[in-house]
Structure formats: C-alpha cells, structure tokens
C-alpha cells in the first residue's frame, strides 16, 4: 500500500505475455526460423551487439561479453529501462566498463537448487568466483522438464539454441557422441519476472 493505495503489480497473464515476446526474441536472436545457430558476422548477431562486438568484424582484442549483451538488448526490447540497463538502445545508452556481467549477478538471486526456470531468466554461471573470471550469461528459452533447459547463449563464439542439464549446482552438457559435459556453477538466476516486476513499479515498463 502506498498513501492508502494498493500498489500497482503485474498479473500473471501479463507476465505470460511478456514471456512469449521473450521467447520469440531469443530464439530470433539465434537465427530461428532459418537456423538454431548464427556466426559472429551474421546479421542478427551484429543486430543484437550494436555492431560492438570486434569479433564480428574478425579481430579479437579484449574479452567482449556478448553472453551478457543479449540478456540487455532482450531486456531493452521488451520495453524495460532500469537504470542499470547496459546496451546501446537502453536509455543511458552503452557504457563500455566492463561491469555488465556484474549488473545481471548484483540484481540476481542467489543460485537455489529448488529453482524452477521459465522463459527470459537470466542466469551467470562461473567457477572462479567471487572473481566471476571465466563468467558465462546464460538466457533461459524453456524448461521442458525440470532440469532441461533450452537456452539461448552469445559468445561461442556467435550464438546458438542449445540444450543444458542442471546437475546439482552445474549446468552441463551433452555432446553429440552422448558424452556428457560438466560445466561451470550456476552461481545467479535473475528471473525475468523480478525485472519486469521492478521496473513495473518505478513506471519503467513499455
């Protein structure tokens, strides 16, 4: 209650919707219908990093998060504009000083093993931590079941649709000879739902 007024929120049904704009973001974002996958050149990757990314133009300087520009430019495009927002359509536009890995960990939850997952959450996996060194920026599409996602991920490099299983506090991975890979902690999840609910709040929501 604010001023003896209920304080304005989100329906489910809304939320819903904003899940299925999410969905058909991250899977454009990775080339679908055409493709699940997109190199570093292709257009939509260009799209989605501003054209920023120095690997799209074939050199490769600094580390260039990539993972965590898709998580941003999602965001951007579903009409949120929190402050802390990082990427060149967000309303203070591209900042450029190397903490926009450390913006999705700041406003995340805490890793939970009961965690169930839905489309648009956000998660930071890494195993140097808290460094957060070897980070990764993971975009949730489905859970189909529980611990089986379908994720969309930048930085491959490129981007690509890809299947992860959550083991314990991992997210691994099944390689095409059936082996199975296990990757980096899960150490944040940032559901999509608390983005939107904040920024719903604070008259930030298109």
Request: aromatic share 6%.
């Amino acid at each position: 209650m604010t001023g003896g007024q209920p304080v304005p929120s989100l329906t489910d049904a809304d939320v819903h919707t904003y899940r299925c704009r999410a969905r058909e973001r991250l899977e454009y974002a990775c080339g679908v219908p055409e493709s699940t996958a997109v190199e570093e050149g292709h257009p939509r990757y260009r799209e989605v990093t501003a054209d920023l990314d120095p690997g799209s133009r074939g050199v490769h300087p600094d580390p260039f998060s990539s993972c965590a520009v898709l998580a941003m430019w999602l965001y951007v495009t579903l009409g949120v504009r929190l402050s802390w927002i990082d990427h060149p359509l967000a309303a203070r536009g591209w900042r450029g000083d190397g903490a926009i890995v450390s913006r999705l960990v700041t406003h995340g939850l805490p890793y939970s093993r009961d965690t169930r997952y839905d489309c648009g959450d956000v998660l930071v996996i890494a195993d140097r931590w808290p460094s957060g060194a070897d980070s990764h920026v993971v975009c949730v599409v489905t859970e189909p079941e529980p611990g089986l996602l379908c994720t969309a991920e930048y930085g491959q490099p490129g981007g690509a649709l890809r299947e992860r299983i959550v083991m314990a506090d991992r997210l691994c991975t099944h390689r095409a000879d059936g082996r199975l890979v296990v990757g980096r902690t899960i150490r944040t999840v940032l559901p999509l739902a608390r983005v939107l609910a904040s920024a719903y709040t604070q008259g930030l929501l298109a």
